[in-house]
């Protein structure tokens, strides 16, 4: 398991940097457009794990990585714990980084703007975390579909399957929800902030843990 995650992360040292370069300045350009960093820092943060799950799949596909991994001494239980890993890693390692520079942001830019909205730093810090944590959500839904049919067919079956989950839950919300309960719903929020956040750090990381376990069956199984 630690040398498969040494190899998947030898791989994203290999293209984040990159990365890096351009999302610290699309996190300030943002934050100077919006006049607050929290939204700034949230985009960024929600933008890494949905980059590392398509960049390693793409990876996997290139060069015969795929097929070269598999000789290795490497489980494939081993393998698709380690993409995981590694994903879940380097997306917190970023989050905490974002909002490290969201503190900066919100130290710098009031001096340049003058109707810029300051935040405090742990709001900063838990808006980076939330972006992060509900896109997790999503990369554990979309990873068995990338494991089972690689980078070209899976980003199809995966784009498909968003659309329709998203016409049903539109077609559910706009029939079930009353604005007076989301209004109740949100006035309930604001004062629980901390056991919202919470519960999505919990849900987030059970749905990758068995998203983790549902992708490494497929994996067993799967014809490389």
């Keep these: 398991m630690k040398a498969a995650l040494k190899s998947e992360l030898a791989i994203l040292g290999t293209f984040m940097p990159a990365f890096a370069v351009i999302l610290v300045p699309v996190c300030v350009v943002m934050a100077f457009a919006i006049g607050n960093c929290i939204s700034a820092v949230a985009c960024v943060s929600a933008m890494v794990p949905m980059i590392l799950m398509f960049s390693l799949t793409s990876y996997d ?4 990585w795929k097929r070269y991994r598999a000789s290795l ?4 239980r081993d393998v698709v714990a380690a993409r995981y ?33 300051t935040m405090p730093p742990i709001e900063i810090a838990a808006g980076s975390f939330v972006a992060t944590f509900s896109v997790i959500v999503m990369v554990a839904i979309g990873e068995p579909f990338l494991v089972k049919f690689g980078a070209t067919k899976g980003v199809r079956y995966l784009m498909n399957f968003a659309i329709l989950a ?21 006035t309930w929020a604001d004062a629980h902030l901390s056991l919202l956040f919470v519960s999505l750090t919990v849900v987030s990381l059970a749905l990758f843990a068995a998203s983790c376990a549902i992708s490494t069956t497929i994996y067993q199984r799967k014809d490389l």
């Design 166 to 186: 998203g016409c049903i839950c539109f077609a559910i919300a706009g029939q079930a929800l009353d604005p007076m309960l989301l209004e109740s719903f949100g």
């Design 85 to 117: 890993g590694s994903i879940l890693l380097t997306s917190l390692a970023t989050a905490a980084c974002a909002a490290v520079l969201g503190v900066a942001i919100n130290a710098i830019l009031p001096s340049l703007i003058h109707d810029f909205e």
């Design 61 to 64: 596909d290139q060069n015969g």
């Design 73 to 76: 001494s490497f489980s494939r």
